[in-house]
């Protein structure tokens, strides 16, 4: 792997990239898609293969895929998400004259993007990562995962194609495989300009002290996993207890656990403990083992379950059964939340299906709870109405722990839309500011930028009076075309 001339394939074509038309970008974003769409009777079989996940899942994933692909083509054809905005000069202005500024969003130059293990489609080769990176004007280079190199290499050849049939420099993506010390490599070559990643915490938290450690700091953007916790209160439970565990059961143990909004955690008052635990207990009794992406993630939850079995705090809901080289077993454990506050262990996640009930006394509890909780991609609370309009401080707290926020329903399914926020505060990832998933992915690979008193010719389109690209911008404080 020559990765100088990689990187200098991927800068020539960067220079080249950055200005094509948003059109002519959409265009390419919907080869993309219709080229996944046309090898799915290859495609579904191979990615459920080597990840051991069923074809229906794939077929939903390539389905999320595609929409995902098209969302994004939509935005850099219609254009405003490059915040055109125009201040024009006033020569007249006093003490000083007012000078011609124009801002608007542009391209780094090429990213680095590493592939997920638990979603081979919509995190990967041509997921949420590497089609925001493109659609932003950024060449891409792929680190595939090593959990599903051929479905990985098929995505990467629909990519090229693309590219070729646009008449794009194939510079644009390119697709390498390797272990650590390449992607250690990737990260540290001085063309590289950013990085995402989505994965486990000890290695995103390796990717970004590398990235920072460069002569030039790149930003590193690393989804981490996330507890995703759920706040249950007395009235709302009462209401309809076997419905609740339904829905927290089916969430727990969907795709064998193996989600990043997987709800790990799982707050219930005391009044409700027996009840809850027993229609949990009846819940996990119907769920079968599956298996798990691959042998060291199943290794991985059950050497975590180990070392949870031999905590005194923990009573044990289920149990799982002994460890299996690759079927991932449910399991669920409960512990007051005085002994949960004693020990930051009891915050980590466990990836696969274990959950940990947490059994509060009081909304004192809760509020200890809320000023210690770590950083998550999601909140869930479960309350009625009524028995949060005198908790708003708590509300605050929490609000300040997560990138995303639920009232009903619960964390797992993530829309892939314009408002949407996947991201949250560490450690669940590396800048909260950013998110994996919906239109603002894109604003992670670009930058700001300021012409003052520049020529019209000289300037790009979005920011020309005569706007020939028909785009939504602020003109002298005014939205507008």
């Not at 970008?25 to 459920?48: C, Q």
């Not at 925001?132 to 190199?149: D, E, M, N, R």
């Not at 909140?379 to 009903?408: F, H």
């Amino acid at each position: 792997m020559n990765l100088d001339h990689i990187f200098r394939s991927a800068q020539e074509a960067f220079l080249f990239y950055k200005n094509v038309t948003g059109k002519e970008k959409g265009a390419f974003l919907r080869k993309i898609a219709d080229g996944l769409e046309s090898v799915k009777a290859d495609l579904i079989p191979l990615a459920a293969r080597e990840s051991n996940l069923p074809e229906g899942r794939i077929t939903g994933e390539l389905g999320r895929t595609v929409g995902q692909i098209r969302l994004f083509a939509n935005l850099v054809e219609e254009g405003s998400w490059v915040e055109a905005t125009i201040d024009h000069a006033d020569p007249n202005r006093s003490p000083i004259p007012k000078p011609d500024i124009r801002r608007f969003l542009t391209p780094l130059g090429p990213v680095v993007v590493f592939g997920a293990s638990n979603f081979p489609l919509a995190f990967s080769t041509a997921g949420g990562d590497t089609i925001s990176a493109l659609a932003g004007g950024c060449p891409v280079v792929y680190k595939a995962h090593p959990a599903h190199p051929e479905t990985s290499l098929l995505v990467g050849k629909v990519i090229q194609r693309a590219i070729q049939d646009s008449a794009f420099p194939e510079g644009i993506f390119t697709h390498v495989v390797g272990g650590i010390a390449e992607g250690q490599a990737l990260v540290q070559h001085p063309f590289a300009k950013a990085v995402a990643f989505t994965g486990s915490h000890r290695g995103g938290m390796a990717l970004f002290e590398l990235a920072s450690r460069r002569p030039e700091p790149i930003p590193v953007y690393a989804e981490m996993g996330s507890v995703n916790p759920i706040f249950t209160f007395e009235k709302k439970l009462e209401k309809d207890i076997t419905g609740y565990a339904k829905s927290f059961i089916a969430s727990l143990t969907l795709g064998v656990g193996q989600f990043c909004t997987n709800p790990g955690l799982i707050f219930v008052p005391r009044s409700q403990e027996a009840a809850f635990s027993a229609a949990i207990k009846a819940e996990l009794e119907e769920i079968a083992a599956a298996p798990m992406l691959h042998e060291g993630i199943a290794s991985a939850y059950y050497d975590a379950l180990q070392y949870l079995q031999s905590r005194h705090e923990l009573e044990w809901v289920k149990v799982a059964a002994a460890k299996d080289l690759i079927k991932g077993h449910p399991a669920l454990a409960k512990i007051k939340a005085t002994d949960w506050l004693s020990d930051n262990k009891f915050q980590e996640e466990v990836f696969g299906s274990f959950a940990l009930m947490v059994v509060y006394e009081s909304e004192s509890d809760l509020m200890e709870v809320a000023q210690k909780l770590h950083g998550q991609l999601t909140i869930t609370i479960w309350a009625e109405l009524s028995e949060l309009t005198d908790k708003l401080y708590l509300i605050n707290l929490l609000e300040e722990k997560c990138g995303r926020m639920l009232y009903k329903g619960v964390p797992t399914g993530v829309e892939v839309g314009y408002a949407m926020q996947h991201g949250g505060p560490y450690p669940s990832t590396t800048d909260s500011r950013s998110t994996s998933v919906g239109v603002h992915a894109i604003k992670r690979f670009v930058r700001p930028i300021a012409f003052q008193d520049m020529p019209e010719i000289l300037l790009p389109d979005a920011l020309r009076d005569d706007n020939p690209l028909q785009i939504w911008r602020m003109v002298d404080g005014k939205w507008g075309k």
